[in-house]
C-alpha cells in the first residue's frame, strides 16, 4: 500500500496517516515529524529548515524530496508507506513519481475541511498541548497558521487536479470524526496493503 494524504494543515492527515500504518503494517512518514526532529536535534538539516518551518514557509522541492528519497530507501517501505507532507507541491510529486516508476501510488486520499473548523482545530492542538505541559507546535499560532493556509491554497491544492487526472485522487469530507473518517477511507481501499 502507497499512499499520499493531501489536505489543508489541520486536517487529519497526522491522525488518519497513523491509522492506515497500523492497518496496512507499513511506516507513516510524516515529512513534519521528520524536519522537527532534525530540527530538534540541531543539525544541518535542521539549522537550515527551522525558520522557514516556523514562518510557515515550505521548505524547497529539492531539500525535501532529498529527505523524503532518504527515508523511501530504507527498508521498512519496501511493502509501502504512507506519505503525510509530501509531496506539497506539482515539482515534488513529479519528482515522487520519477522516483516511484511503473511501481506507483496505490492512491491518494484528500481531506476536506472548512477554514472556520481548521482554525478551532489548530487552536484546540495549542491548548491541548499546553494542558499536558508540552510546549505547542511554533506553527500553530493564528497568523503563521493563515500563512501557512495561504501557501497550501497556491503550492498545495493544485495536487488535486494532478491526481485526479492520474486517476488517484480519493477525496473524503474530513469533517467528521476521526473514526467515521477513517471507515470512509477504508470504504475506498483494498482490505489488505
Do not use: C, W
Not at 532518504?70 to 509501502?80: E, I, K, P, Y
Not at 494542558?131 to 493544485?158: C, H, M, V, Y
Amino acid at each position: 500500500m502507497k499512499l499520499v494524504l493531501l489536505g489543508p494543515p489541520g486536517a487529519g492527515k497526522g491522525t488518519q496517516a497513523k491509522r492506515l500504518a497500523a492497518r496496512y503494517h507499513v511506516p507513516h512518514l510524516s515529512t513534519g515529524d521528520i524536519l522537527r526532529s532534525e530540527v530538534k536535534a540541531g543539525s544541518e538539516l535542521g539549522r537550515l529548515v527551522e525558520d522557514k518551518m516556523g514562518a510557515g514557509k515550505l521548505i524547497d522541492d529539492e531539500t525535501i524530496s532529498s529527505v523524503v528519497a532518504g527515508r523511501l530507501a530504507q527498508s521498512d517501505t519496501v511493502n509501502g508507506f504512507i506519505l503525510d507532507g509530501y509531496p506539497r507541491t506539482v515539482a515534488q510529486a513529479n519528482t515522487l513519481e520519477q522516483r516511484l516508476g511503473s511501481d506507483g501510488l496505490t492512491a491518494v486520499i484528500e481531506l476536506s475541511v472548512d477554514e472556520a473548523e481548521l482554525f478551532d482545530r489548530i487552536q484546540a492542538r495549542a491548548t491541548e498541548a499546553g494542558s499536558a505541559g508540552a510546549q505547542a507546535r511554533k506553527d500553530d499560532n493564528t497568523a503563521i497558521f493563515r500563512k501557512r493556509l495561504q501557501t497550501f491554497a497556491i503550492e498545495t491544492k493544485p495536487l488535486s487536479e494532478f491526481y485526479a487526472s492520474r486517476g488517484l485522487l480519493i477525496q473524503i469530507d474530513g469533517r467528521a470524526s476521526a473514526d467515521e473518517v477513517a471507515a470512509h477511507i477504508a470504504d475506498h481501499l483494498p482490505k489488505h496493503g
